[in-house]
């Protein structure tokens, strides 16, 4: 069974800060793993995807992301965090051996303190 | 143009009423799914369709039915609303299973 965990519910830093919003994923094959951002009353959009090759992936708005595999880990980073950056944020993980769906994570809200 | 796109946006709607939620993403995807998303921003998968055939079903009522005429379209049709169904639904589409998702901007169904 596949499974995605974000342990942190919101997320504060202050603009300028680096920022780091963890996610932690449980599979029985390779893992698909992607982030996703929601700002309010919108879909969610794209930011990144780790698939294969290089651990560090970069994406959409200067966001990159680690994959660990020995920590089943996931986590989104941003050097320097700004206020437009406020937003919802999703974890997902796709089995490269399962099936087609995608499943995410319950979402952590980042907040960026002026 | 809007690459997904989900009508409509808003749906105010009585128990026992029967309703539908249109789809349709001009990507050229073969793959498309609807997710629930709850008061609490859960987000659940439903169905996912692979060239008109559903290729996952997950646990929900069968009050809620997939409906593809076409690959560029992925209805949702529901039957008898209940007041738990209140949520917004989301589609999106998909190129491969390595691929992303693109998300339509939600249905926010409220069942009164």
């Known amino acids: 069974a596949q499974s995605v965990a974000q342990p942190e519910d919101q997320v504060n830093v202050a603009e300028g800060n680096p920022l780091t919003v963890k996610c932690t994923y449980s599979v029985s094959g390779n893992p698909y793993l992607f982030w996703y951002v929601q700002y309010p009353n919108r879909g969610l959009q794209f930011l990144l995807k780790?698939?294969?090759?290089?651990?560090l992936v970069k994406g959409s708005y200067g966001f990159e992301a680690e994959f660990n595999k020995s920590q089943t880990s996931f986590h989104l980073k941003k050097p320097s965090a700004l206020v437009s950056d406020s937003a919802l944020y999703f974890c997902a993980v796709r089995d490269a051996a399962g099936a087609n769906n995608l499943f995410f994570g319950t979402g952590t809200r980042l907040t960026v303190i002026p | 143009d809007t690459a997904v796109s989900q009508t409509p946006k808003y749906l105010v709607t009585q128990m026992g009423n029967d309703k539908s939620i249109k789809c349709e993403q001009n990507l050229g995807h073969d793959t498309m799914y609807w997710y629930k998303q709850d008061s609490k921003k859960f987000l659940k998968i439903m169905f996912s369709y692979n060239n008109k055939e559903l290729i996952i079903n997950e646990t929900v009522p069968n009050r809620f039915s997939p409906k593809s005429p076409d690959k560029a379209h992925l209805n949702l049709h529901i039957n008898s609303l209940e007041l738990g169904d209140s949520a917004v639904y989301f589609c999106a589409s998909s190129q491969s299973r390595v691929a992303q998702l693109f998300f339509g901007s939600g249905t926010q169904l409220s069942v009164l």
């Open positions: 780790y698939i294969t090759g290089d651990n």
